[in-house]
């Protein structure tokens, strides 16, 4: 052992993480490992997680015993979720927000001299035989001031969860297509005659597309409680909010909506690279979303007298 006045001067040790889990539980476990092979060590929570820390020096015998314990004691251990900064999918919830208010502005004031409403609404009988665009154009068209204030909030903030499992893009073309099917799906069930217009069909959909994700990752990632059950307290949320909805409630959609959200989000999960998609990807992916609203709408428009 070196003098005291020597140790004054020596650097402190250095602690590296050796085993990561999102709560405190597992890395509990795993430092019972350790103390019992005499191993210091020390449980630290992160912001990504829960961290079980030794000396550096130490760091390859821990990593060894752990490794001898988790062979002899096989029970699945997930890792925790990536750790995803808290921006990611607020840009496009944000721009959902804004063009659902602009196309509300466009509608309410008749723009162009176009019935927006006549031109752009779900019509059943019209749907069954073929005019698909009228599933995506319903989807920009509402009814009143309140039914746009609540597919904003609601939208945006189902809109943002995906955006967190998906990134922004992949996360809005998911919406916007299982949304125009459930759409369909509903123009299929309905009668005829059948018409109705609004978000809310997508919105169910972002919310099927979330919980879709949510059980795919608690199949691979160790996930807090919040992330586990955010699509339950959503579909609760929504449920509240639908049940004292008025005649122009289209219960029947947001059921369709939701079921097609979440095969879509279950089909997303077996496509790893857009699980993974970077910048450029997002980017073409988003422009993808834009470019099939505006489709729909140009031949809506084309069919006008």
């Not at 005019?131 to 204030?149: E, I, Q």
């Amino acid at each position: 052992m070196p003098p005291l006045d020597q140790m004054h001067g020596m650097p402190e040790p250095r602690w590296v993480s050796v085993f990561r889990a999102a709560t405190r539980a597992p890395c509990q476990e795993q430092a019972l490992v350790l103390g019992a092979m005499g191993i210091e060590h020390l449980v630290s929570e992160q912001p990504d997680g829960c961290h079980l820390l030794v000396e550096e020096s130490l760091a390859a015998t821990a990593a060894e015993q752990l490794r001898l314990y988790r062979r002899e004691n096989p029970r699945e251990l997930r890792p925790a979720w990536p750790l995803m900064p808290h921006a990611r999918g607020a840009a496009g919830a944000l721009f959902y927000a804004v063009m659902i208010a602009v196309a509300f502005v466009v509608q309410a004031h008749y723009l162009f001299a176009i019935d927006w409403t006549g031109t752009g609404q779900l019509v059943a009988g019209e749907v069954q035989r073929g005019a698909w665009w009228r599933a995506v154009t319903a989807l920009t068209l509402h009814a009143d001031a309140a039914h746009v204030v609540g597919n904003m909030l609601f939208g945006g903030f189902f809109g943002y969860l995906a955006g967190q499992y998906l990134g922004s893009g992949v996360a809005w073309l998911a919406i916007i297509v299982t949304g125009a099917a459930g759409n369909v799906l509903n123009a299929f069930i309905q009668a005829p005659d059948h018409r109705s217009i609004g978000a809310s069909t997508a919105v169910f959909a972002a919310l099927g597309v979330v919980a879709a994700c949510v059980w795919a990752a608690t199949r691979r990632y160790t996930l807090a409680w919040a992330r586990r059950w955010s699509p339950v307290v959503g579909a609760v949320a929504l449920l509240a909010y639908t049940g004292t909805g008025d005649a122009q409630t289209d219960i029947v959609a947001h059921l369709t909506g939701f079921v097609a959200g979440c095969g879509g989000g279950l089909l997303l999960q077996r496509c790893p690279a857009l699980l993974r998609a970077g910048l450029r990807t997002q980017a073409a992916a988003a422009l993808l979303a834009v470019v099939l609203v505006v489709i729909a709408w140009l031949r809506a428009i084309a069919l006008l007298p």
